[in-house]
């Protein structure tokens, strides 16, 4: 016995599957759904980089064999590699209460302009997030007042961290201290049901 289906009630089911599709990607891709998965992680930060001096903190490792970088200080070649183990603290100044180290390198990254290609990992060692570890990697333009940077990662209770820094220099203290803030925002995935039932279960045991 042979079926017949029309071509309309084809299209008819085939309206129906786009439709449910494309609710289903709606509601996967709102804010509500978004927030459902992830954390937020907002720390405010300060960054002494000190390239000289008692305390210093930056050294450079190659003196790049590009041109001198007309915008910067004389003495600034375009290639130049700075590796860095800066402090992180609380507030402004340097004697505040420490958080934490910024560990990695920048690179003046243009032969013009006063631009350097930062990757650095913030090392927390106070707060809630003592122990773990933001990676953070981008281009500082520091003829801007606000830079944005790129969190591409993370440690511990901050792993598989995503999101931004905005990164300004606060307060320039010599010619060899500079002072920089950073703002992070951040996400990191939400516990899931089951890990949390399995923590629950483990504090009831103890």
Same mark, same amino acid.
């Given at each position: 016995?042979? &079926?017949? &289906?029309?071509?309309?009630?084809?299209? @008819? #089911?085939?309206?129906?599957?786009?439709?449910?599709?494309?609710?289903?990607? +709606?509601?996967?891709? #709102?804010?509500?759904?978004?927030? @459902?998965?992830?954390?937020?992680?907002?720390? /405010?930060?300060?960054?002494?980089? &000190?390239? =000289?001096?008692?305390?210093? $903190?930056?050294? /450079?490792?190659?003196?790049?064999?590009?041109?001198?970088?007309?915008?910067?200080?004389?003495?600034?070649?375009? =290639?130049?590699?700075?590796?860095?183990?800066?402090?992180?603290?609380?507030?402004?100044?340097?004697?505040?209460?420490?958080?934490?180290?910024?560990?990695?390198?920048?690179?003046?990254?243009?032969?013009?302009?006063? !631009?350097?290609?930062? +990757?650095? $990992?913030?090392?927390?060692? +106070?707060?809630?997030?003592? =122990?773990?570890?933001?990676?953070?990697?981008?281009?500082?333009? $520091?003829?801007?007042? !606000?830079?944005?940077?790129?969190?591409?990662?993370?440690?511990? @209770?901050? /792993?598989?961290? +995503?999101?931004?820094?905005?990164?300004?220099?606060?307060?320039?203290?010599?010619?060899?201290? *500079?002072?920089?803030?950073?703002?992070?925002? @951040?996400?990191?995935? *939400?516990? #899931?049901?089951?890990?949390?039932?399995?923590?629950?279960?483990?504090?009831?045991? *103890?």
């Amino acid at each position: 016995m042979a &079926i017949s &289906i029309s071509s309309s009630s084809v299209a @008819a #089911s085939n309206k129906r599957l786009l439709l449910v599709a494309a609710v289903a990607l +709606a509601l996967s891709a #709102s804010p509500s759904a978004v927030s @459902a998965r992830r954390c937020p992680v907002r720390l /405010r930060l300060y960054m002494h980089d &000190i390239v =000289g001096g008692p305390g210093q $903190t930056a050294v /450079r490792l190659v003196k790049g064999p590009g041109p001198e970088n007309p915008s910067m200080h004389p003495g600034n070649y375009f =290639g130049d590699t700075v590796a860095v183990d800066d402090l992180l603290t609380e507030g402004l100044a340097v004697d505040s209460a420490p958080v934490g180290r910024a560990q990695g390198t920048y690179m003046t990254g243009s032969m013009r302009h006063p !631009v350097f290609v930062v +990757a650095v $990992t913030l090392l927390l060692t +106070a707060g809630p997030y003592n =122990g773990s570890t933001l990676v953070v990697a981008g281009r500082d333009d $520091t003829s801007l007042p !606000v830079r944005e940077l790129a969190v591409v990662g993370g440690t511990g @209770a901050l /792993r598989r961290a +995503a999101g931004h820094v905005l990164w300004s220099t606060a307060r320039v203290e010599s010619a060899l201290h *500079a002072v920089l803030l950073l703002d992070v925002h @951040a996400s990191v995935p *939400a516990p #899931s049901k089951a890990a949390a039932t399995a923590a629950e279960s483990l504090v009831s045991s *103890a």
